[in-house]
């Protein structure tokens, strides 16, 4: 009903920056949350940031990574900037959507994942 298509990450050079972008299409009539998670091998899923109205971030990131959101395209951007090495991890999109479905609440979707790799 609800899919999410993310942008392709890549390689790139510790210091570089990168943006990443994910658009939500289907029978959309509202989305509330838009988040990126992210995991690195051998570890957990992480929250890298979300926003509402406002944006959070995780204390790794804050004052590295921006997201923004624009609600005319049901799209979520992550830009990040002077990535570490230790930013290598697949990142996927989440967002909390109401579809025409529904009455009430939202549903959780995820986005399949796109892999950065920050090495020299």
């Known amino acids: 009903q609800v899919q999410l298509v993310e942008s392709e990450g890549g390689l790139v050079q510790p210091g570089e920056s990168l943006r990443l972008s994910c658009a939500a299409s289907g029978s959309i009539a509202r989305i509330n949350r838009m988040a990126w998670y992210r995991q690195a091998p051998g570890k957990e899923r992480e929250l890298v940031a979300y926003i509402t109205s406002s944006a959070s971030y995780a204390d790794s990131v804050k004052g590295r990574f921006t997201i923004s959101r624009d609600n005319a395209k049901n799209t979520v951007y992550l830009l990040m900037n002077s990535l570490k090495p230790e930013d290598t991890a697949v990142y996927y999109c989440?967002?909390?959507?109401?579809?025409?479905?529904?009455?009430?609440?939202?549903?959780?979707?995820w986005g399949q994942g796109t892999l950065v790799t920050v090495s020299s």
């Open positions: 989440n967002v909390y959507v109401r579809t025409t479905f529904m009455v009430t609440g939202y549903q959780e979707v």
